[in-house]
T-cell receptor
Framework: ELKVEQNPLFLSMQEGKNYTIYCNYS?????LYWYRQDPGKSLESLFV?????AVKQEGRLMASLDTKARLSTLHITAAVHDLSATYFC????????????FGKGTHLIIQP | NAGVTQTPKFQVLKTGQSMTLQCAQD?????MYWYRQDPGMGLRLIYY???????DKGEVPNGYNVSRLNKREFSLRLESAAPSQTSVYFC???????????????FGNGTRLTVT
């Protein structure tokens, strides 16, 4: 079964702190995506990770992929309120033959 | 540059009514997708169309039908709406068909459907 599990599903943190969101998936894949969704809005692509060991950074967000462990992380450095959103990871199983399989999302609240 | 456009944005139906959700993309993408989003469930694939003229079932196709009208348009039809179909529906498109190399999904703004 194709599964993508994120944790935590809900995270409340203070500005200035660091934290990591984890994304585990069930079977082999070389491609993993991170999306951001603001309340009532569509999904915005953040990162595409295409190979083992891939690391991408944009501002205070850094994503990495370990295909051997079937694990991706999204690290938040010195969080700011504007990063409050729901973050989804999605995996491209079987070369994308089934479309993307999404995790349930991590609802992130960053408090001043 | 509109990207992926969905209509309507909001809809309320009574149980048993039918409706069609419309989606159009102007990026000349080959593949189009319909997802539904429910609280705590992430996004689940309903149907997709790898290319014009083809459609395939996703994870949760029951109760839905789709039509790939042309390369630009991909519609989702609910023949007899049920309360379990209350959800937010997202259409997406990608340049390459599934299984033929990676390409990111571009999402529309969603349709919020309530079935009473």
């Amino acid at each position: 079964e194709l599964k993508v599990e994120q944790n935590p599903l809900f995270l409340s943190m203070q500005e200035g702190k660091n934290y990591t969101i984890y994304c585990n998936y069930s079977t082999t894949s070389d491609r993993l995506y991170w999306y951001r969704q603001d309340p009532g809005k569509s999904l915005e692509s953040l990162f595409v990770l295409l190979s083992n060991g891939a690391v991408k950074q944009e501002g205070r967000l850094m994503a990495s992929l370990d295909t051997k462990a079937r694990l991706s992380t999204l690290h938040i450095t010195a969080a700011v309120h504007d990063l409050s959103a729901t973050y989804f990871c999605a995996v491209d199983f079987r070369g994308g033959a089934d479309g993307l399989t999404f995790g349930k999302g991590t609802h992130l609240i960053i408090q001043p | 540059n509109a990207g992926v456009t969905q209509t309507p944005k909001f809809q309320v139906l009574k149980t048993g009514q039918s409706m069609t959700l419309q989606c159009a993309q102007d990026m000349n993408h080959n593949s189009m997708y319909w997802y539904r989003q429910d609280p705590g469930m992430g996004l689940r694939l309903i149907y997709y169309s790898a290319s014009e003229g083809t459609t395939d079932k996703g994870e949760v196709p029951n109760g839905y039908n789709v039509s790939r009208l042309n390369k630009r348009e991909f519609s989702l039809r609910l023949e007899s709406a049920a309360p379990s179909q209350t959800s937010v529906y997202f259409c997406a498109s990608s340049e390459r068909p599934p299984g033929q190399g990676w390409s990111p999904l571009h999402f529309g703004n969603g349709t919020r459907l309530t079935v009473t």
